[in-house]
């Protein structure tokens, strides 16, 4: 039986209705800031008026929704952001990604890290180095380019083109920073989009094939991503080949992303 099939046996299996009500109306309240009445929520949901009306109730109740001094609206309170800022999310995403990381540069014999978007370019918040006695690795803390590293160009192409525009907007050149002409970032961008991943020489280091995968969220959008400076050995140990990295890299992206689709022949 395939993974796909599993997993939807497994979701099938463990249906919970009245959670998902609830989860339902709060991924709805989170997209409309100035809220809405329940007629618009039960319309929205398509459900009967008299599930939502309970739900909400107790939604309200425990203080996740909050309603307008008329009580004719609803809205996300301020419980969510603050149960979140409990634990911070870098934190949480390092710690979930890390094992992950692990299991890869073991598998494909090569380093890998973990990049997120900061203030116009990629700040490195992981790295794990290779199985062997050498090999190439990004210092933790580090920020890379936006506009000339694979890293930064997945974090780019995985964006509405609102938030790309917000993001090159924000972009400052750093130290050594390679020009690439917009027709050709706007190219290669399309190019991600289409193969779901960024392969290609690097233009920092000769002898390097940079990977870089995204980590995606539920909505499809980039929340970090998953880079290895691939080195191929020329001794006499015959490690994983370029492409069998590849596909290591793109399953422990998978495995870390919100949104996880089966990937064709899977």
Known sequence: MSKALDNAEDSER??????????????????HPDGLTRAEIVKELGRGPSEIYRMLE????????????????????????????????????????????????????????????DRGNVLI????????????????????????????????????????AQMLAEHTPLEGEVHLPEAQLHDMLEQIRSTGYKQRESLQSYGVVDISCPILGPDGQALAVLTSPYIRRIDGHAGPSLDEARECLLQAAQELSLNRQPRDGQ
């Open 14 to 31: 463990y249906r919970a209705p009245a959670l998902d009500k609830g989860l339902d109306i709060l991924e709805l309240l989170a997209e």
């Open 58 to 117: 107790r939604l309200v109740a425990r203080q996740y929704v909050m309603r307008s001094a008329g009580g004719d609206r609803h809205a996300l309170s301020l419980k969510m952001f603050a149960l979140a800022h409990r634990h911070p999310p870098v934190n949480r995403l390092v710690t979930q990604a890390l094992p992950v990381m692990d299991a890869y540069a073991r598998q494909a014999e090569q380093s890998c890290h973990l990049g997120l978007y």
């Open 125 to 164: 918040v992981a790295q794990v180095p290779g199985p062997g006695n050498w090999g190439l690795s990004i210092r933790l803390g580090a920020r890379v380019g936006l506009l000339d590293t694979g890293s930064g160009h997945v974090l780019l192409a995985c964006q509405t083109p609102e938030r790309r």
